[in-house]
């Protein structure tokens, strides 16, 4: 594993030892569309979705014979299975929204009206740092992963939404 996913999981593994209950909630909504109860609810991807992790989800969800279906989530996230709303932002984003407010808002909204929040932060921090160099701005990849995990850590405290890191898909 790279640094910036060893020191995110070290980082929260005491507060997701904390969390036992919320952790048991999401296996058993995530476990109802694997099918583990005998159903098949099918798995949602909003219809503005675009993309490589749009196109990758899909072929994962297919080969684990979950339904998809695509329909609008009317800003309740990009996925949908069983009650569990999903948001995926690649780090690029994640950086973005979270200076403009927007993720913020996005996530108060799911808190609010959404039993179960993901948020899926997908993409190589490296490959952001040099996107961001070769852009002309100043940031090192240590700055950005102290910023990268300040933002989940204010996430994971303000908000009832689990984060998981998923790979590059660009």
Known sequence: ANTY???YFQIFR????????????????????RGDEGLKEPLIIDSNERG??????IRMAEKGG???KQQYLQGMGDYKAGNAHIECKSISDLFQSTYSGHLMRQLENL?????????????DLAKYVKMATNQGR?????????????VIARIMADFD?????AKDYS
């Open 5 to 7: 996913q060893v020191s």
């Open 14 to 33: 005491n507060y997701k030892r904390k969390q036992w209950s919320r952790s048991q909630h999401a296996s058993q909504s995530l476990g109802t569309i």
């Open 52 to 57: 490589p992790l749009k196109d990758a989800v």
């Open 66 to 68: 979950i339904p998809v």
């Open 111 to 123: 808190d609010a009206n959404c039993e179960r929040v993901f948020l899926v932060v997908h993409g």
């Open 138 to 150: 100043k940031i090192t990849y240590s700055k950005a992963l102290n910023q990268i995990t300040g």
């Open 161 to 165: 939404c689990h984060v998981w890191k």
